[in-house]
């Protein structure tokens, strides 16, 4: 165990470090840099409650179903993956503070999660100072280009600099020019409205207004009162599940979708957002349209996913998730150990150039052979840059039609500006 590197960074007490001996735990790199041998163990920091709680279900399924792929494979380095340390981002700083420091304790060699940017913002340097890897399947703010971790976070979700023009352009193509956007005033929606707002004045369009709102609020009457002021004929909304009561309180002053366009992204992508706005007409939000990263794409893995999981329903992230686990995986393969500060090296190259294959039995054996890989994800080709970031993607334009029924409208490709 590297119980001396990972205390330091927790700041545990003596009696702390004695503890997390004793429990036995990990990996360990062997004390002279040698490859681990022992079974590479996995955590995770998710929302399994707070407002992002309809994203957790799809994220921790894809994590398991991820795993149990891999063990039906034989393991990492000839070891099946121990049982997901599981802990809670909460939406709550603090408490994914928490939920990090005890998954750390557990001796975990890599963390999925956390979903938010905001909550992965809050855990990334307890993490990556612990020599742990990270690896979140949805964090999209642009903060995370660059970001000082040594190396040690990773993600499969496309920067909201390659989401965001694709939200403008469909707002253009839809034939609106005065676009009023509102956003948390957290780092992920001003990131995303930051990048949409520059592609629609890059195209020519007016940004009638930009109103940031605190995401712990309870009542919205002000950003609605001055948004409607601003006179739009469009609306972007960049928001999670409290972005309910301000879509009703824009149709409640009239800014229907009969009268301008409304659009949304991947926070209010889900199949329940028509009845939480107006549960006894779900047709309210009939020809809304957004942008995420695609999800329903796939719908092989989707299938499969819910053969794994057959109560779940949302399944918004789950193959960035799953993605996210089986690169790991196959970096530890790669660098023929499980230990973080080995395998960190090799996370981005299993994601590009090399022989192409598309699971990780297939990549495994591949790795076996000495050939370099190149992993396909079922979030599509990673094709990760030297930031640990898909350098292109899939985005998907989704709306609502008027029985509230959510859809897939269209898939686009896009890439990472150089």
Known sequence: MRIGMRTKALGLTVAGMLALSACGGGSGDGGDGGGSSEPLQLGYVLPETGQLAFLGPPQVQATKYAMSEINDAGGVLGKKLPPVVSGDEADTAAVASQSAERVLGEDVDAIIGAAASGMSLAIIDKVTGAQVVQCSGSNTAPTFTGYEDDGYYFRTAPSDAMQGPVLADTIIADGYSNVAIVARADDYGKGLAKATA?????????????????????????????????????????????????????????????????????????????????????????????????????????????????????????????????????????????????????????????????????????????????????????????????????????????????????TEQVKAQE
């Open 198 to 410: 520059d592609a629609l004045e890059s195209s020519g369009a007016t940004v009638a207004t930009q109103e940031m709102y605190d995401p712990k609020s309870t009542n919205f009457d002000a950003v609605v009162q001055k948004t409607v002021s601003s006179d739009p004929d469009a609306v972007v909304l960049i928001a999670f599940e409290e972005g309910k009561q301000v879509l009703s309180g824009l149709v409640e002053s009239g800014l229907t979708t009969d009268e301008v366009g409304i659009y949304g992204a991947d926070g209010l992508r889900s199949e329940e957002l028509p009845e939480l706005v107006s549960p006894k007409d779900p047709s309210v939000l009939d020809g809304m349209k957004g942008t995420a990263p695609a999800s329903s794409a796939n719908k092989d893995f989707v299938k499969e996913l819910k053969g794994f999981a057959p109560k779940l329903k949302e399944t918004q992230f789950a193959p960035q998730v799953f993605d996210c686990v089986n690169i790991i995986a196959l970096a530890a393969e790669q660098a023929d150990s499980t230990d973080p500060t080995d395998f960190k090296k090799e996370v981005v190259g299993v994601t590009r150039e090399g022989t192409e294959c598309a699971t990780f039995k297939e990549c495994k054996g591949l790795i076996k052979d000495g050939k370099d890989i190149n992993y396909q994800g079922k979030s599509g080709p990673l094709d990760f840059v030297d930031d640990g970031e898909p350098g292109a993607a899939s985005i998907e334009v989704y709306g609502f039609n008027k029985k509230g029924d959510l859809n897939t409208i269209s």
